[in-house]
C-alpha cells in the first residue's frame, strides 16, 4: 500500500499531491495499492489541516476529527488484509499516515516522537512500514 498522495494523487488536506519517481519506480517490483486513509475516512479535499494530539486528532480550528482518522485508519488495515498487503510506503509526519515522527498537535511545525493513526494500527498488524524518506531499501 502507498499514501495516494505520495503517487501524485490530489488528495492531500490542501488538495494537492507528490511526484516521487523513485515510489512509482517502486511499480516495476511490487504491485502499488494506493490508499489516502484521510479521504477514506470520509473527510474532503481540500479540507483543515489536523495534527495528533495525544489519542485525538484535531483541526486548527480545534474540531475533533478523530472519528474521521480512525475510520480512515481502520478501512486501511481492512484493505491491507483483504488484499494481503505486508509493506506500507506512507507519507511522513502526517497524523495519519506519520511513522516515528509526527507534529506535536501545536501547529508550529513542531516534531515529535510518534506514530500516525493509520500507521500505528497497521504497525500493530505487523506490516512493516516505510516513508518516502526512508524506503528501507524497497526498489
Ligand atoms: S492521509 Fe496519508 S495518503 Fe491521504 S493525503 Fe494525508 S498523507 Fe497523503
Do not use: W
Amino acid at each position: 500500500m502507498v499514501s495516494s498522495c505520495l503517487l501524485g494523487e490530489k488528495v492531500r488536506y490542501d488538495g494537492e499531491g507528490f511526484q516521487y519517481p523513485e515510489i512509482l519506480a517502486l511499480s516495476e517490483n511490487y504491485d502499488l495499492h494506493p490508499f489516502c486513509p484521510e479521504v477514506s475516512g470520509g473527510l474532503s479535499i481540500p479540507r483543515p489541516p489536523a495534527e495528533r494530539s495525544g489519542v485525538s486528532i484535531l483541526t486548527k480550528n480545534g474540531k475533533d476529527v478523530s472519528a474521521e482518522y480512525r475510520l480512515g485508519a481502520k478501512k486501511a488495515l481492512d484493505y491491507c488484509l483483504k488484499e494481503d498487503i505486508r509493506k506500507a510506503v506512507l507519507k511522513s509526519r502526517s497524523p495519519s499516515c506519520g511513522k516515528g515522527q509526527i507534529y506535536d498537535g501545536t501547529f508550529t511545525k513542531t516534531l515529535t516522537e510518534g506514530h500516525g493513526v493509520t500507521a500505528e494500527l497497521i504497525l500493530a498488524h505487523g506490516i512493516e512500514v516505510y516513508t518516502e524518506e526512508d524506503l528501507g531499501g524497497l526498489k
